[in-house]
């Protein structure tokens, strides 16, 4: 087994400097980043990682030269030899961190798959298509791999290179006091690399947005709000992880005649006074266009809300329709002929009970 010492190629006295430059030179030539796919490099690059673990930190190489388990750095029945390609950081990280420093070799954080997110994409409808069900596309744009750069966020010819602040560990450690705090490393946020020339297509997001294109079949009877799921149409998810689904949420355009309420339909049917207080069959558009009679009762006052059943919308879920409700309006001439005129007078001398008499009560 080689020692840290010859794993990064220095003296057993060479200074901090010379290990920190070795160290470097070395993290940069076998970094993962530089060498996609090739396990020997990211096994001699945890190796790399692993030594100036060690070396790296006065104390610990101070231990190690002592002849402790300084390179084994795990504390008393821990590991026996140090091969950090046994350390799997996705298990241990936390613990590791939190006790020696938190140094972890850079974008190796096991991948974990993530379901992609959902997307919403609305789509307005007119109340007929509404009412009836259309078929449609729908247009939304979701995150896909850069096309230039392949996804790694840098410009082509070019590649991320290891972090100068966290020399590539994705970590700062903080001591404090026996224990270390470690936090992500703010320039490379945690990914050990940077990019010093972003690609030009995604500016180094290694992102692009891509418009697709999907059908709908909005069923009859949505309203606004509406959100009807297409499954595993949202974003892409990560690490191998399902896609989110796309919600499409439908915004219904008011009906100049017709508006909900609720389940039902509501639909304003203008009377006369005479055929409000005689009581009156009138006919009463339907939504399909058509039209059918309601018996409007006498006495029936402004606003009164008459039933008339299956002649609504249809209904979303199960069969069937809504009901419509005929909104009873006491039309009010703005213009009379004579005839009227004279006929409403008569009416007026007519003794009848004063509407406004309880106002006062
Ligand atoms: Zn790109
Ligand atoms: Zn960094």
Redesign the pocket.
């Known amino acids: 087994m080689k020692t840290p010492y010859e794993i990064l190629g220095v003296k057993k006295t060479a200074s901090q400097d010379e290990i920190k430059k070795a160290y470097r030179k070395l993290a940069r030539e076998y970094h993962p980043d530089r060498n996609p796919g090739d396990a020997a490099a990211e096994e001699r690059f945890k190796e790399i990682q692993g030594a100036y673990d060690t070396l790296g930190d006065e104390e610990k190489r101070k231990a190690y030269d002592a002849g402790g388990n300084g390179f084994a750095g795990f504390g008393p029945g821990g590991f026996s030899g140090f091969n950090p390609a046994d350390v799997n950081l996705g298990d241990f990280g936390d613990l590791l961190g939190g006790i020696f420093g938190g140094r972890r070799a850079?974008t190796q954080p096991r991948a974990r798959p993530e379901r992609g997110a959902d997307l919403e994409v609305p789509i307005k409808l007119s109340f007929e298509d509404a009412l009836h069900g259309i078929e449609t596309k729908v247009a939304v744009e979701v995150d896909a791999t850069c096309r230039t750069c392949h996804g790694s966020g840098a410009e082509p010819g070019t590649s991320p290179t290891l972090?100068?602040?966290?020399?590539?560990?994705?970590?700062?450690a903080e001591s404090q006091g026996l224990f270390a705090i470690s936090q992500p490393?703010?320039?490379?946020?945690?990914?050990?690399?940077?990019i010093e020339t972003p690609c030009h297509s995604c500016h180094g997001s290694g992102v692009e947005r891509r418009t697709r294109r999907y059908t709908v079949k909005i069923p009859a009877g949505v309203k606004t709000g509406t959100r009807i799921r297409l499954k595993g149409k949202g974003a892409p998810g990560e690490a191998g992880g399902p896609p989110g689904d796309l919600y499409v949420v439908t915004e219904v355009e008011p009906s100049k005649r017709f508006h909900r309420r609720g389940q039902d339909l509501v639909v304003d049917v203008p009377v006369t006074y005479p055929e409000a207080a005689l009581g009156a069959t009138v006919e009463v558009p339907t939504p399909e266009g058509g039209r059918v009679s309601l018996k409007v009762p006498a006495g029936a006052h402004d606003g009164k809300l008459l039933r008339i059943r299956g002649q609504g919308a249809p209904k979303l879920k199960g069969g069937g329709k809504s009901d419509l409700l005929a909104r009873v309006k006491v039309a009010v001439p703005s213009k009379l002929t004579k005839k009227e005129r004279e006929a409403l007078e008569e009416l007026q001398k007519t003794p009848h009970a004063d509407p406004r008499e309880e106002l006062f009560d």
């Not at 972090?163 to 700062?172: A, H």
């Not at 490393?185 to 940077?194: E, F, K, L, Q, Y």
Request: hydrophobic residues 20%; charged residues 15%.
């Open positions: 850079p972090c100068p602040v966290c020399n590539g560990r994705g970590v700062l490393c703010p320039r490379c946020r945690g990914n050990g690399t940077v």
